[in-house]
């Protein structure tokens, strides 16, 4: 099969021919991609962000937002049968850790991740567990929801979060109208009540927030912490998204956060600083987040499936793929990109 593969660090991915995955496990599940979503982290993996922590083994295919139709099945899969259309939770969990049985597949101990750890997407067929897949229903194609696998479940985990907060009368500001920002938009409007402040540094994005159901755009500059103190009366966000994490958005965040409010970072990429006594006179709350489990894929699909969140995404060709990572590295991609075999 066709597959885009990463060989070193800081180079171009190269588009070649590669043996197609076998099944190997009783739970294995070969999937026929219908798209692969096109990711940050996967330009973060090009760049070696990840090297240390995941040690990737090279040659490999890069990819984490994958949907498609089941193309094999072990011996042991139960639920799902060839010509299925799914999508899949983008880690295979083990289902046996303390993790997995509390329902958090991004904490398993056992933990493979197809486009991370072992190979992902960016090809006509991917491995996966039985797991992992959550089948689509039949009005929904896997070429148009793919990067809800990555994108819009990191997205709704945060949003899930902080919807309890987001109380009538309260502030949300949402850094970042790119590939999860403007699905948190629509997550937020549908799931919490609070008024929705939309942070970007391009008009363009900040439109589409609006229509998605910001109740206002804020135009990031040198006056984006003023802008948003302003918004608030003076008294700052209850609640911050950041969906870009660099050590600009850190540093806002800290001082456009109201007294009790809460940050919640999901971007990364910069180093978090902030004084100590600040955090206890203003009693702030910090709060990491990573991908999303499960249960949460679940439900967004069923978000997804009535019509309650769209995704603004274009489809490219798989041979497109470093085209399109380049694209994406510019800055040049509104929404989100798939790569269709
Ligand atoms: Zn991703
Ligand atoms: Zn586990």
Not at 25 to 31: G, H, L, N, R, S
Not at 166 to 192: F, K, S
Not at 318 to 336: A, H, P, T, Y
């Amino acid at each position: 099969m066709k597959a885009w593969r990463l060989h070193a660090y800081h180079s171009p991915l190269r588009f070649e021919d590669v043996p197609e995955p076998q099944i190997t496990e009783p739970t294995d599940v070969i999937v026929k991609i219908g798209g692969a979503g096109v990711c940050r982290t996967d330009l973060h993996l090009v760049e070696g962000v990840w090297a240390e922590t995941l040690g990737t083994p090279l040659p490999h295919i890069i990819g984490h937002e994958n949907a498609g139709w089941v193309a094999a099945v072990g011996s042991g899969v139960t639920e799902f049968r060839v010509g299925d259309p799914v999508i899949l939770h983008p880690v295979i969990s083990c289902g046996k850790c303390l993790s997995c049985r509390a329902g958090e597949d991004m904490h398993c101990e056992n933990m493979r991740f197809p486009g991370l750890t072992v190979d992902g997407g960016y090809a006509q067929f991917i491995k996966t567990g039985e797991r992992s897949l959550i089948r689509l229903e039949d009005h929904v194609r896997p070429d148009d929801v793919a990067p809800l696998a990555d994108a819009g479940i990191t997205a709704y985990r945060a949003v899930r979060k902080a919807a309890p907060l987001a109380t009538p009368g309260t502030t949300v500001t949402l850094i970042g109208m790119g590939g999860l920002g403007h699905i948190a938009v629509q997550l937020m409007r549908e799931l919490g009540s609070a008024d929705i402040l939309a942070v970007d540094t391009d008009r363009v994005r900040l439109d589409l927030a609006l229509e998605y159901g910001a109740d206002r755009g804020v135009l990031a500059n040198h006056r984006t912490v003023e802008q948003v103190r302003d918004l608030t009366k003076g008294r700052g966000s209850d609640i911050i998204i950041d969906f870009v994490g660099t050590d600009q958005t850190h540093a806002e965040a800290m001082r456009m956060l109201r007294k009790g409010g809460t940050y919640f970072v999901v971007g990364y990429g910069g180093v978090l600083k902030a004084p100590s006594l600040d955090l206890i006179n203003n009693e702030f709350n910090i709060i990491g987040n990573l991908v999303g489990n499960y249960t949460e894929l679940y439900e967004l699909m069923q978000l997804y499936a009535r019509g309650k969140v769209r995704l603004h995404a274009t489809k490219y060709e798989l041979s497109d793929g470093w085209r399109v990572l380049e694209m994406l590295d510019k800055g040049q991609i509104n929404g989100r990109a798939v790569l269709v075999p």
